[in-house]
């Protein structure tokens, strides 16, 4: 009944926005954002006024009031009262609980596939499970498997470096003695 009674206000909101000659899809969402906060009744109608002074010049005292009006009417429901009644100073903690009791969890639905959706993506996977097969029985038949472990290229990264830094310390080496036989020879 709530939705219904904000459905009343949104399109009486949108009727009067028109008339003003303003867009109502920009003001009117902006306006109904101010109401549905959780300001005092004096800043909401202060930033109402600040808002209608943008678009109109003329009475906007009235036309302030005539909205808030029209929200209370339209937002007056005997479970809101009933509440505002018993506890005007809701506590933050009951007031979320109460809000994650009335949203609703988001659940995915499992996808039914037709039988033409089905035999499509039969084929596909058995495409790639047949490219699969093909691409290990060729490299077993050229013997390229060599180096390979479950399938995969063994990383000889470290193995490579490490060489590389043993062949350096060797030259290194060889030239460090041929300096120090040239070395004697000089003396």
């Known amino acids: 009944?709530?939705?219904?009674?904000?459905?009343?206000?949104?399109?009486?909101?949108?009727?009067?926005?028109?008339?003003?000659n303003t867009d109502e899809g920009v003001f009117g969402s902006y306006?109904?954002?101010?109401?549905?906060?959780d300001e005092t009744l004096?800043?909401?109608?202060?930033?109402?006024?600040?808002?209608?002074a943008e678009i109109t010049e003329n009475d906007i005292s009235d036309h302030c009031s005539?909205?808030?009006?029209?929200?209370?009417?339209?937002?007056?429901?005997?479970?809101?009262?009933?509440?505002?009644?018993?506890?005007?100073?809701?506590?933050?903690?009951?007031?979320?609980v109460?809000?994650?009791e009335t949203n609703t969890l988001a659940t995915t639905v499992q996808r039914e596939y037709t039988e033409d959706e089905?035999?499509?993506?039969e084929a596909i996977l058995a495409q790639y499970a047949q490219t699969s097969d093909q691409e290990s029985g060729a490299d077993e038949e050229t013997g390229t498997s060599e180096g390979k472990e479950n399938g995969l290229v063994k990383n000889t990264n470290a193995s490579a470096v490490a060489q590389a830094e043993k062949?350096?310390?060797e030259k290194a080496k060889i030239?460090?003695?041929?300096?120090?036989?040239?070395d004697r020879e000089d003396r």
Do not use: H, Y
Request: with cysteine; net charge neutral.
């Open 31 to 37: 306006i109904t954002g101010i109401l549905t906060g």
């Open 175 to 182: 030239d460090s003695q041929k300096k120090k036989e040239k």
């Open 118 to 121: 089905r035999r499509i993506r």
């Open 42 to 52: 004096e800043e909401k109608t202060e930033a109402l006024e600040g808002i209608l």
């Open 66 to 96: 005539e909205i808030l009006d029209r929200w209370k009417s339209c937002n007056k429901s005997p479970e809101s009262e009933s509440l505002a009644k018993t506890n005007p100073f809701e506590d933050v903690e009951e007031k979320l």
């Open 98 to 100: 109460r809000l994650l």
């Open 1 to 20: 009944m709530a939705a219904s009674l904000e459905v009343d206000f949104d399109s009486w909101l949108s009727l009067k926005l028109k008339s003003l």
């Open 167 to 169: 062949e350096k310390r």
